[in-house]
């Protein structure tokens, strides 16, 4: 159990991996409290919150920095930990302003750039020895015509960081060079909120879109402390996504260890000079695994992890409050726990509603909708993104949530899926039926 008095001061009250950082830390003894931006936020009901805190969204980012140091000269001397891309840059870029009031666990602002920036990130990951897919970086209209007739398609257009972006939208998939010149303009002018930048250039990376990623994107999730010492990994493959081409996982399954690409990991993050909580995606591709990102942050299927026996959540609390012994102990005892037993992470409302929602437009083949029953009810048991039936209250917030959520994110997903052809013998059998 967790002694110290420092409480842990915990954002982006609505993610998976915020709930389950609470419930992990709460149940470890920890003074768990919660900035909130809405009072649909799921965290900030977990009885494991001490205090919830109504606070600026993080995309509002000078508002939620004032906010946040008053209250840290209100009560100073706790912990800041990074649960998303903008708090992670937010906390880096402004730790002169937070260090007199918060105790902080923070990579330089050097490090979260070569990270939170995928061009950077591509430099790091090729000095690690890590491959990449092939990633091309335009500056502006001019470059990008010159080298669309060039391109292997289909090509992804994503941001090259997500910081300071008004939309959250991770990219477009392009199948030809007038829809890559249609898109590009559209895109960049979705890129910056009008305040600074991260970047001076375009924020815009062309990427070589491959297949079905959502199927294929595997994830060496971890920890790594301070000294490099210790670390600790999981890994697990995404196999839905609340958007296509790409988005953020709804459902995720175990997967055993591969050593040989924990040790690339922990290579790269030796090279960014990283520590911390962190996420890495990986693509298999032409016979080698190439990384498409880097989360140094707490990501949504925490919960998986510490039901794997790897709290994340709790060791980097305890190397931010310097308790080496305990943290070297549950290292060990993480290490010592793998399992090679499957187990699965959801959304299950999420996954319900999705499955709903493709029913109702034609979305989801006949094929489809029997895998994923199937899916269910062989991962009846999988861990939750919030149901809980020790801690009742953040799974009925989460749901009310995602309802009002959903709704609202209808025109997109009908605008980003396409609708199921029926063939004449479908047509027929069912005219029989």
């Not at 470890?28 to 799921?42: E, P």
């Amino acid at each position: 159990m967790v002694k110290s008095r420092i409480a842990i001061f915990l954002a982006s009250a609505a993610a998976g991996g915020t709930i389950a950082a609470v419930r992990n830390l709460g149940a470890a003894g920890a003074d768990v409290r919660v900035l909130s931006s809405r009072a649909l936020s799921a965290a900030a009901w977990s009885r494991y919150t001490s205090r919830s805190y109504s606070i600026a969204s993080e995309a509002d980012e000078q508002r939620f920095l004032q906010q946040l140091l008053r209250i840290g000269k209100a009560e100073p001397g706790h912990l800041l930990l990074a649960t998303s891309d903008r708090t992670a840059w937010l906390y880096a870029e402004n730790q002169a302003q937070l260090a007199p009031y918060f105790l902080l666990y923070q990579p330089s602002l050097q490090t979260m750039r070569r990270i939170l920036d995928k061009k950077l990130l591509a430099e790091a990951a090729a000095a690690a020895g890590m491959s990449i897919l092939q990633s091309w970086f335009p500056q502006d209209i001019n470059e990008l015509t010159e080298l669309a007739p060039t391109l292997p398609y289909p090509i992804l257009i994503k941001p090259r960081t997500q910081v300071h972006r008004i939309r959250n939208d991770k990219g477009v998939v392009v199948y030809t060079e007038e829809a890559l010149k249609r898109y590009y303009q559209s895109f960049i002018e979705h890129n910056s909120s009008g305040t600074k930048r991260l970047l001076a250039e375009k924020n815009v990376l062309l990427q070589r879109f491959v297949g079905d990623a959502s199927q294929s994107v595997h994830s060496i999730s971890g920890f790594v402390d301070r000294t490099a010492e210790f670390f600790v990994t999981r890994h697990a493959v995404k196999v839905l996504q609340r958007s296509e081409p790409v988005g953020v996982g709804v459902c995720f399954e175990s997967r055993p260890a591969n050593v040989s690409l924990s040790n690339e990991v922990r290579r790269l993050c030796r090279e960014l000079k990283y520590f911390g909580i962190f996420e890495v995606e990986v693509l298999w591709f032409e016979g080698r695994w190439n990384i498409i990102d880097f989360n140094p942050r707490l990501f949504s299927q925490v919960g998986l992890d510490i039901c794997r026996g790897s709290p994340t959540p709790l060791f980097a609390y305890l190397d931010a409050i310097r308790d080496t012994t305990a943290l070297k102990n549950a290292i060990d005892e993480a290490n010592a726990a793998e399992s090679e037993a499957e187990i699965a992470f959801y959304d299950r409302f999420t996954l319900g509603a999705l499955l709903l929602a493709r029913i109702l437009t034609l979305r989801i083949s006949q094929r489809d909708r029997s895998y994923w029953k199937a899916w269910k009810e062989r991962n009846g048991r999988a861990v939750d993104f919030a149901v809980d039936s020790r801690d009742v209250w953040p799974g009925i917030v989460h749901l009310i949530s995602e309802i009002y959520l959903g709704l609202r994110a209808m025109p997109r997903f009908l605008r980003s899926t396409k609708r199921v052809q029926i063939l004449p013998t479908q047509t027929a059998a069912k005219t029989h039926n």
